[in-house]
């Protein structure tokens, strides 16, 4: 059978789950990351970049224990057998340097780290399978002073990028405590762990879950079980109503002061000891943040707060944009969080065998950004380069010399590179490249020493709604000296 | 038989070929790259960001012709059975990019990337498999000029990050002017281009190695073949000497100025129209740039210069860095090629099947930031952050509330966040961070409402230096009242 050798052409897509960025995106994002990390770094914070690469073994969360272990991670088998894989949070590569590292590095051992993370799930709207993270975690501090250092740096770093005060609250609260209430009522057996360990796990979500779910969703999941509106049924703890009261009422601790809420804290845990050290390192957390002068009206106590993760073991905080935002439907609604964290202490024993305290934050990049592009602080048509029109292929030289001048002025300029014939084409790229000047010079101008500038901006503001006067008055096309090039654009562009 | 079930701790080790960056390594790369973004932006070019995993279909260099196409690069499969691979390098995903969005960027595209790229080879000794790139391109300019501007870009580049006029050259050449002395020598027949294709890669290779083989090493190539050191033999093209010295006229074309290498190409391609074309596609470059101030002080046409990449069409071009080091041996060498690039028309036709014309350049990040090392442009130790000790374990709002104070005055500070029990061990670790201050206070300072500042940089130089005299007239630690703290610390870092 003849076999159809043509070749078939590839397909010219981005892979499914991934983007391109283009233009603004990029400085946009880079920009505040940039802010960021100067935040961190003055707290004497510094720099670590890992490879992408991990192995399999290292990233921990996800072994090999089948023959292809690649659930929720992008893995494969390198030619010597080692399983690698893309590092699917920064956290992972952060435990595997500080055990690596441990005899070099300073300790405690600030760091803070940028970049993407890669998680293999199937794409859908608004999930994706690349995206920026944005960390910074102190190994070896196991004084509550390094969880209080992280909200303020948090606190600050939120209104460096321009959240002002007020449009956020980064709300903190301990495991310990939320232990301590599971030990009142009768959910946790210090002495024994693993004794409904998994019961505590579907506690932990529910209260994750309070803010879509509501009270009695909640308490359906703490007792028997939630039906759903699909009318799918979630197990529940099995929790009589009197362990439900105590830990809803853990729920609603939260008082109008920090101290009232450490206050009610207090007596729900009464009895805990471990309870009683999470209070006690909650007064501790808020103590410190007064003496620097972050109050409740940035950081606050919210026994509310429990994040997700399982490895949390002392304080966790979240960060939460408090103003009101449209969302897809045009209904209103808050906008959320946009970052958590909190202390791990197994992460880095995984290597060594030994505790090592750890706390850390880690911020998403992608909903702050959307963020400060809902408040109108970023965003926008970001400026394009003056364009330096070609009238005449054989003066080349001459146009590249107009924007060599330019540049080395420190204006953003470009000769227009593609086929010259056709000079509407050229008004349309610079229109397209967004170009707030148009320099122009055909025979008759150079023959006189001059060249036309051409406000784009301007000349577009008049085409749409300037009344006759304005358009005689303020003409969007001059003739200069050509030794005034450089003098009259700057001029044009309001830097003159 | 009976398993060994205690868990094995996995290894905390950086995969092989692949490496952590701490510190001022990520720092300084980032402000080189930002020097270099902000002269690729003045030129117009605007950034694009893609992400690392790419269909293997669209990398296509690498199509899965076996199994497991991971030959050279990372690859998988992915749950829809698609293979997903790393991108190798900058210019695929740009292909890519300008064939999928073509209707809606504008042409010509000029756009910069800047990012890690990974490659699957084998780990060795100065051999990574993940490594940054910095590359420009202009897609969709068919015009020489394109290729001129992306030579003053480099050029440019190359100054803004440190490296002065005289320690770099940016040579050019064009593939062209190289296959009119191949036709002319007889290796090429233009109206059937895949004859000898092979002998004319062997060609380019040989004297893409001119710098390391010199003149015997080359002709052998070009002829029978040659006998390496090592008993090795490499086939050589089978050339004629007649052939032969064709091609190593055109190796010495280079002469004293442009113009006088222009025309000794001209004579050397005279009766090729291709290679006449190439010759003077060099002239207009080289006028170009002259026109611009880009003289042979900083750009020169050398057609030594062939680059080994087989892609590139027409003009190519490589940035040298022109000052000697000394390498592993001592021995002083060139520093060498830091950046090369060139035009080239068949990758986005891939495709689309329609010739899209394209020139660019990569700048090589990590050559380039050892060759700044190396010239003392970047480097040292970073100042690390004012450290406040720790006392008193009671008076940790009061550390705190100085670091704070300190940060809101734009400097650089942190708490000491280990077991303070001693004093020794916090000297130690403000050491470690190359703490320029250590700030000190004790029960009897904050008692008298004082600090002490220890000047670190100051006392190392006195514990390793000074005289007598020094010592007595510069002391390494004052008091200060508490209030003066900032004002002081301000002082003794110089910005007072």
Redo the contacts between chains.
């Keep these: 059978m003849a076999k159809d050798k043509s070749p078939r052409?590839?397909?010219?897509?981005?892979?499914?789950g991934?983007?391109?960025?283009?233009?603004a995106?990029?400085?946009e994002r880079?920009a505040m990351l940039d802010t960021i990390a100067e935040v961190y770094?003055?707290?004497?914070f510094?720099?670590?970049?890992?490879?992408?690469?991990?192995?399999v073994?290292?990233l921990?969360k996800y072994l090999p224990d089948v023959d292809r272990p690649?659930e929720g991670v992008?893995?494969?088998q390198?030619?010597?057998a080692?399983w690698?894989a893309?590092r699917y949070d920064l956290t992972a590569p952060l435990a595997?340097?500080a055990?690596?590292?441990r005899n070099d590095l300073?300790?405690?051992y600030?760091r803070y780290a940028m970049g993407?993370v890669?998680r293999n799930e199937?794409p859908g709207p608004g999930r994706f399978?690349?995206f920026y993270q944005c960390d910074a975690d102190?190994v070896?501090?196991?004084?509550v002073?390094?969880d209080?250092?992280i909200c303020?740096m948090l606190s600050?770093a939120l209104e460096a990028v321009g959240i002002p005060r007020g449009d956020y609250l980064v709300r903190v609260n301990n495991r310990k405590v939320l232990n301590g209430v599971m030990e009142v009522a009768g959910v946790l057996n210090t002495a024994d762990p693993d004794h409904m360990a998994h019961e505590r796990g579907i506690v932990l979500r529910a209260i994750d879950k309070f803010d879509r779910l509501g009270d009695a969703g909640v308490r359906a999941l703490l007792g028997a079980g939630r039906l759903d509106e699909s009318g799918d049924f979630t197990t529940g703890a099995g929790l009589s109503d009197d362990q439900a009261d105590i830990v809803m009422g853990f729920m609603a601790a939260r008082r109008a002061t920090g101290a009232a809420t450490v206050a009610r804290l207090r007596e729900l845990v009464s009895g805990s000891p471990l309870g009683l050290e999470g209070v006690v390192e909650l007064e501790t957390i808020a103590?410190?943040l007064?003496?620097?002068?972050y109050g409740p009206d940035r950081i606050e106590i919210d026994p509310s707060v429990v994040r997700g993760l399982g490895y949390y073991t002392g304080p966790v905080f979240e960060a939460e944009l408090t103003f009101e935002i449209l969302d897809e439907k045009g209904r209103k609604r808050q906008f959320g969080s946009v970052s958590g964290g909190g202390r791990y202490d197994g992460l880095v024993e995984?290597?060594?065998?030994q505790k090592v305290p750890a706390t850390g934050v880690s911020i998403g990049v992608d909903r702050l950004l959307a963020a400060l592009r809902a408040k109108g602080r970023v965003g926008g048509v970001a400026p394009?380069?003056v364009?330096v029109t070609v009238m005449d292929r054989d003066r080349?030289?001459?146009y590249?010399?107009m924007a060599?001048e330019l540049?080395r002025a420190?204006?953003?300029?470009?000769?227009?590179?593609?086929?010259p014939k056709q000079f509407g084409n050229q008004l349309k790229?610079a229109d397209?490249?967004a170009a707030p000047i148009a320099v122009i010079r055909g025979g008759d101008e150079a023959a006189r020493g001059a060249v036309v500038l051409k406000d784009l901006v301007l000349g577009a503001r008049i085409a749409a709604e300037a009344s006759v006067e304005e358009w005689k008055s303020q003409p969007a096309q001059v003739e200069v000296a050509r030794a005034d090039l450089v003098a009259a654009v700057r001029r044009m562009l309001g830097q003159g």
Tied chains: 1, 2.
């Design positions: 052409r590839p397909r010219a897509e981005t892979p499914k991934f983007r391109d960025y283009f233009g995106d990029v400085t880079k770094h003055r707290y004497g510094d720099p670590l970049e890992t490879s992408a690469v991990e192995t073994e290292a921990g690649n992008f893995a494969w390198d030619e010597d080692d690698l893309l595997r340097v055990a690596q590292y300073p300790s405690p600030r993407p890669w199937k399978r690349q102190t070896g501090a196991p004084s002073a390094a209080a250092e303020a600050d103590g410190l007064d003496a620097q002068g995984r290597f060594t065998g394009g380069p364009v080349m030289a001459d590249q010399a060599s540049r420190g204006i953003r300029a470009e000769v227009y590179l593609g086929n790229y397209k490249r």
